[in-house]
């Protein structure tokens, strides 16, 4: 069966960073779309950056274009999320989730950012 599993999320100082990643199994990786999606708490789940089945394609919220930098290897059916000068504001929980898998797309269970001094 599909899964996806989040990790490297944890507490960081502002303008700090950290590197999560989303590592897929039970579907052909290479062949979908991938999302990274963020829920702070007390606000609904935001997308924060998508990215292509190839990786050539990527698009970002406004709130972290220029900050985070999304990215995948497929041979390792892996998808990253480098996030740096991280504010108070970035903190929520990170989920994956597939793009295009019919009859539904998956999430991941999700990781907590905490950006904190």
């Known amino acids: 069966q599909v899964q996806l599993v989040e990790s490297g999320g944890g507490l960081v100082q502002p303008g700090g960073s950290l590197r999560l990643s989303c590592a897929a199994s039970?579907?052909?990786?290479?062949?979908?779309?991938m999302s990274w999606y963020r829920q702070a708490p007390g606000k609904e789940r935001e997308l924060a950056a998508s990215?292509?089945?190839?990786?050539?394609?990527?698009n970002y919220a406004d709130s972290v274009k220029g900050r985070f930098t999304i990215s995948r290897d497929n041979a390792k059916n892996t998808m990253y999320l480098q996030m740096n000068s991280l504010e108070p504001e970035d903190t929520a929980v990170y989920f994956c989730?597939?793009?295009?898998?019919?009859?539904?797309?998956?999430w991941g269970q999700g990781t907590q950012v905490t950006v904190s001094s």
């Open positions: 990215i292509t089945s190839s990786g050539r394609g990527k």
């Open positions: 989730k597939t793009f295009g898998i019919r009859p539904q797309d998956y």
């Open positions: 039970g579907f052909t990786f290479s062949s979908y779309g």
